[in-house]
């Protein structure tokens, strides 16, 4: 009887002879139902790590592109990162530009804005409602000087407001909690008691901005019956130095003010979510892990039905090693065809979906990188699922390898 045992096979070249690769495709087809199956699964895995990375992505670039570099805020002392509860005095407008040098200027408009800015309730009505549902948002009083300072700002549709009139970021119906259809050009919405227009929605590049709803600085005053300011944002010129303002906020004791630049700004929140994205990060790895285990299980019964056909392979002189790649081949271009429908699946479906936070709402970001760690995962799931149960059926001998059914 022509069979190999363990001794004959420890006594192999150590160059093995692999089995066709063939062979490993068309035992994908054998067993079209467990192929099936084990796609879908790993699809569904391959799925969440994607949206959960673009989420990662999505709130990292947000950040990341609403601070400028040489833009500066003035706000209150104390106020820390929290500019919807500071409050400056209105003339802090006309006295930063007077005493500090360097701030960029064209045609003889200096790019300061002054701001108001706040979280308060939203009244809006939705399609076949006749009273307005209330929910948290994010306005900004401003002047046309805010174009200047924020210089990603783009109108896409409609036009500046005026008095009784608003636009909105494209992103600020996802903070709202409703569609863009309850919240479009020609809507009416409700702030701070007052009916309020709809005449525009602008973009500002991916940044913050884009989710709150801007009208105009004397209007909201009016509303509130406030007349002091939440910020001064200002642009500096190039090589101009931030010290001077700083040095100028902190010798004006009597306005109680404090500076930042923008770009710093933004980077303490990213800071402060970053515990939500080490716990994001975490979700990732526990959706790999029950990949894991479930290419495990799947692994184990695809395997444990083709005891007797690897026995066979064994008999004929292919080694454990030449089993053992083969599966493992199985496996990866099982998963290899996984991660590329489920980049697929969520380059159509999930990119660009816009995600409400509590700082607003930003866009999911399936980009090169999240497709990277995505079809990496889905790798690892194909190439770590395959080597225990394949290394466990092998170790049977093959002459009970054979006789098994």
């Known amino acids: 009887m022509l069979l190999f045992d363990v001794s004959s096979e420890r006594s192999t070249n150590m160059f093995f002879r692999p089995l066709p690769w063939e062979y490993g495709v068309r035992n994908l087809f054998r067993r079209p139902l467990r192929t099936f199956l084990t796609f879908l699964g790993l699809t569904t895995v391959v799925l969440l790590v994607l949206v959960v990375v673009g989420f990662i992505r999505g709130l990292e670039k947000s950040l990341s592109v609403s601070g400028n570099s040489r833009t500066a805020l003035v706000f209150s002392l104390g106020m820390g990162e929290n500019l919807e509860y500071s409050s400056i005095p209105m003339r802090t407008n006309d006295l930063v530009p007077s005493s500090i040098q360097g701030i960029q200027e064209r045609y003889g408009a200096k790019y300061v804005s002054p701001e108001l800015y706040l979280g308060t309730q939203v009244g809006i009505q939705g399609a076949g409602q006749k009273e307005y549902q209330e929910t948290l948002g994010l306005v900004r009083g401003v002047t046309p000087k805010a174009c200047l300072v924020r210089q990603q700002f783009q109108l896409d549709q409609g036009r500046w407001p005026e008095s009784g009139e608003i636009i909105i970021g494209r992103l600020a119906a996802t903070k709202l909690g409703a569609t863009s259809d309850d919240v479009s050009i020609g809507d009416t919405i409700k702030l701070e008691s007052r009916d309020w227009k709809i ?207």
Not at 326 to 347: K, N, R, T
Not at 388 to 403: E, H, S, T
């Open 199 to 405: 005449v525009g929605v602008f973009s500002c590049g991916g940044a913050a901005f884009e989710s709150e709803i801007w009208c105009r600085l004397d209007e909201l005053q009016q509303a509130m019956k406030r007349q002091d300011l939440s910020i001064v944002a200002l642009t500096l010129e190039k090589g101009a130095n931030f010290s001077e303002l700083d040095l100028f906020c902190k010798q004006r004791l009597d306005l109680e003010l404090q500076t930042m630049p923008e770009a710093e700004y933004y980077a303490g929140l990213q800071r402060d979510y970053e515990p939500i994205r080490w716990l994001a990060w975490l979700v990732v790895l526990l959706v790999a892990g029950a990949g894991v285990f479930a290419g495990l299980n799947t692994m184990y019964g695809s395997v444990v039905g083709r005891i007797s056909e690897l026995s066979m392979l064994r008999t004929i002189g292919f080694v454990r090693r030449a089993v053992i790649v083969s599966l493992i081949q199985e496996a990866v271009l099982l998963s290899l065809a996984a991660s590329l429908s489920a980049s697929f699946i969520a380059l159509l479906l999930f990119n660009g979906s816009a995600v409400r936070f509590t700082m607003g709402a930003f866009q999911l970001e399936i980009d090169s990188t999240s497709i990277l760690i995505g079809c990496g995962v889905g790798l690892l799931l194909g190439f770590l699922g395959a080597i225990p149960p394949a290394i466990r059926a092998l170790k049977m001998p093959i002459v009970d390898g054979l006789r098994a059914v």
